[in-house]
Structures are given as C-alpha cells and as structure tokens.
C-alpha cells in the first residue's frame, strides 16, 4: 500500500523545511505518494516563487491561492480551500511546518477528517502570546499525532504540556538541510548572475539587516528609532538590506530615509540570500529561521526581539536578542569588527540529515520498511 503524504507551506520558510522532506519522500515511490500543498498565504514571487527554483522543488501540486487577509480570514480561507484537497486526494498523513496560519489551518482541517498530522519544528516557545505565531504553534502541537523536534528545549515544553514521550522525536533541523545542500550548489553555480555579486565584491566588509515584524515597522516611532541606528552604524560599516514588501511599504509612508551607505535591495531569493550572510560580519533580524541559519554559518546574529522560540541558538549559537531596543547595536558591532566575537557552537543533529530520520519514523510508524 502507498501513503498519501500532504506537505503543506505557506510562507518561504516553510518550503525551506518542506524540499528536504519533499527529496526524502521521493526515494520511497513504492512506499510514499508525496504532494505538495502551498496555501498561497505569501504569494509575492520574490516572497514565494523564486524559492521553488532554488529548492528544487517543481511546481506545487495544488495552489490554494489564498492570498493575503486577517489572521481570521485567512485561517479560514485555507480551512475551507485545504478541506477540499484533502477529501479529494485521501491522505494517510499530513505534514506541518512551522508557525504560520497555514500550519494551524491545514493541521485543523486534518484533525476533523480523521487524517494523521506530523508537526516539523514542534515544541518551540517564546513565552510570548502577543505572538500569532505562539499560538499557531501551541494549537498546532495540541493535536499533532507526531512531533518533530528540533532542539532539546523544545521536548521539555512538550512534556511539561503533557504530550507522550512516545510522540516526540529529536530529529534535528530540515532548514540546515535546505542551508548544507545550498552551500554546495553556490560551489557550482555562476554567483555573478546574482544581484547581490558585485555589491558585495565592492564593499568587502558589510552587514545584512532583515526587518519584518509588525512590532518593528507598523509603528512609526519604533520604525524611525531603528533607521536611526542603522544609519550611524552604517557609517561604521556599509549595511545591506533586502528590504521586505510591508517594510518598504512603511518606510514610504512614514518618510524614512535611510542612509547611502544602507544598500536597500529588493527580496532575494533564498540561494542569494545564503550567498550574502555567508560572508557577512553580522545579521541583525527579527525572523525566526535566520536565527538558526546565522548559527551554522557561525555569522554573528542581532536579533531585534524581546524573545526567541529558538533558545539554542542564543544559548549555544550565534545569537544575541537585543530585546526591541537597538541602542546597543553601536557597541556590539565595534565589539565584533575588533574581532571580540561570542563563542558559538553549531547544535546537535543540526548536520543535514534530519529529513533523513524524519522519513525513516514514518516508514515505521505506517509499517513501510
């Protein structure tokens, strides 16, 4: 008998989780029937798109087109849109990744039609329920079949919450295997096609900034503090920024103005954007996933959060949480251009093979060995 595997993604990190698995499926045709499902929650092609090209992942199955909406609308869009896929096609699983509405709905929706669900990247918390991500997640561990760990914080949350220890499993992190494959195809692919090549062979030294969250540039004091700061320390050293569609937008309707020595770039694809944070001296961000990724390229990372679900990276990692004041940027920076960088270490099982034990739990639990 074949499974019927649903993937599901919805934003761009997911499908950085989601190739891996996707690869992994496919050397079981015999066993697995793996499709994937994007919601169309991030539907930008330099958001979305670009990314199915450097993942390898071919066109998705089935496009759900979503689009953008409150947390509401779109939670339910994808609610009634997935329920209709999942009755059409049968599946005997459905794989979650992540945070994103996308996770919560299509996990809902598996749940009520008696479908299995596996939760990539569970147990992670914040501590922060202000977060819609916090949520997400919490709902979304609350009725998965199977767990899917990253980091050891992450099974202590499970447990504490009362999940059996016969559902959680430590398996790594299916974002470094996207990142380990990526390395090697910036081996042997021509980086001058990039946007980014020339720039950064004419700076040299520089830094990237990453800004999305609603608490850093919906608001037009928090947003003008942070421009601010970069605009001094890109006097110090030259700062690339691939700046986000809802930043961009903020930016112009608060009059900001950023410095000539801040490179504003459209979004880059996710090879592109490896390619830069590669050599970069430090990331300063608010994303979750680049947190994780500064930590195996051991780049220094500032993270312009009061929290982070992702402790590891911060404990053992590269990063620093800067809290939502970045008065301490400066200082930091002066820090590690003089070379005086934290001590990192990359984290267990994060070696590119957690997809790898992910499909071979399944194939136990669904009897396919």
Not at 73 to 88: G, L
Not at 156 to 182: C, H, P, Q, W
Not at 261 to 289: H, M, Q, R, W
């Amino acid at each position: 008998m074949k499974h019927k595997v649903i993937l599901v993604g919805g934003a761009r990190p997911n499908f950085m989780k989601i190739a891996p698995l996707l690869r992994e499926f496919r050397k079981y045709k015999d066993k697995f029937v793996a499709e994937v499902v994007h919601t169309g929650q991030h539907y930008d092609y330099e958001m979305s798109k670009i990314f199915f090209e450097d993942l390898s992942i071919n066109k998705p199955c089935y496009y759900l087109g979503v689009g953008s909406g409150s947390h509401a609308e779109q939670t339910a869009e994808i609610m009634k849109k997935f329920e209709k896929r999942c009755i059409e096609t049968k599946p005997t699983l459905v794989v979650v990744v992540g945070d994103v509405n996308s996770t919560l709905a299509s996990s809902i929706v598996a749940k009520k039609l008696g479908i299995e669900v596996a939760h990539i990247e569970a147990g992670l918390r914040s501590g922060d329920m202000s977060m819609p991500e916090e949520i997400n997640r919490i709902v979304t561990d609350s009725i998965s079949d199977f767990l899917f760990v990253t980091e050891k914080s992450a099974i202590n949350n499970l447990e504490k919450e009362g999940k059996s220890k016969d559902r959680i499993f430590f398996v790594g992190n299916t974002m470094i295997d996207s990142l380990v494959v990526a390395l090697k195809k910036l081996d042997n692919i021509n980086i001058k096609e990039f946007r980014a090549s020339s720039l950064k062979k004419e700076l040299g030294t520089y830094g990237v900034v990453t800004l999305h969250r609603p608490s850093n540039v919906d608001d037009r004091v928090q947003l003008l503090k942070i421009i601010n700061i970069l605009n001094k320390v890109s006097h110090r050293i030259p700062l690339i920024f691939p700046m986000h569609p809802r930043t961009a937008k903020k930016i112009r309707d608060f009059s900001i103005r950023c410095s000539s020595n801040i490179y504003v770039e459209k979004p880059l694809g996710y090879l592109e954007f490896i390619f830069l944070c590669k050599n970069a001296k430090f990331v300063l961000t608010d994303s979750g996933g680049i947190q994780e990724e500064t930590t195996f390229l051991k780049v220094p990372c500032f993270t312009l959060r009061k929290n982070t679900e992702r402790p590891v990276t911060v404990e053992i990692g590269t990063n620093v949480l800067l809290g939502e004041d970045v008065n301490r940027l400066p200082l930091l920076i002066n820090r590690i251009l003089g070379k005086d960088c934290k001590h990192s270490d990359i984290p267990p099982f994060w070696d590119g093979r957690a997809a790898e034990r992910i499909v071979q739990v399944i194939k136990k639990i669904k009897n396919a060995d």
